[in-house]
């Protein structure tokens, strides 16, 4: 049973306690559903690459360039955007210590996945520099994986297409 407790002009703080425990309680309930959702939307894309149904490719470019495809493509045939979730994860995680890379002329893609309706979290592709792969985990690279511009390609429907193609050409 509550203790009435009086302070100062004389309100009563018996009813604290409760409401203390009951605030207490509801966020207990609202941590928890709110740790599964984080759970969920923390999912990575390599944990749900078999799931995956839709690709959203987006280039990002601090450099004048000139590219054969526009610089937003969106995959929607689940097959194709599948391909590109397993080449992603099938890369090499990058090597420590130090390397040395290309200029980094500041191309990247944004690929954001969605499965079953949820959106997956952001990859970053760099397309020149080191060609780091970051959103995956471990930090991933595509310098020593020349198939995985392909793939990419493929399910942009961008035919044929390379490395080169995806890192455009920088005009002088």
């Known amino acids: 049973m509550a203790t009435l407790r009086r302070v100062g002009s004389g309100h009563a703080l018996g009813w604290l306690p409760a409401v203390v425990a009951l605030a207490c309680a509801a966020l207990a309930g609202c941590g928890q559903a709110a740790a599964s959702h984080t759970a969920a939307a923390g999912t990575t894309v390599c944990a749900d690459a078999a799931h995956v149904d839709r690709l ?7 450099n004048p360039g000139h590219f054969t495809f526009p610089a937003r493509v969106t995959v929607s045939a689940p097959r ?5 979730a397993h080449a992603l994860c099938a890369l090499p995680t990058m090597p420590s210590g130090t390397i040395s890379c290309p200029a980094d002329l500041g191309i990247s893609y944004g690929l954001r996945f969605a499965a079953g309706g949820h959106r997956l979290p952001p990859v970053t592709v760099q397309a020149t520099g080191c060609q780091r792969v970051s959103g995956l985990g471990r930090t991933r690279w595509t310098a020593r994986s020349p198939a995985f511009w392909g793939v990419l390609g493929a399910a942009a429907g961008i035919h044929p297409a390379s490395y080169q193609t995806f890192r455009g050409t920088i005009a002088s």
């Open 56 to 62: 959203a490719i987006s280039r990002t470019s601090t």
């Open 80 to 84: 194709q955007a599948r391909a590109v």
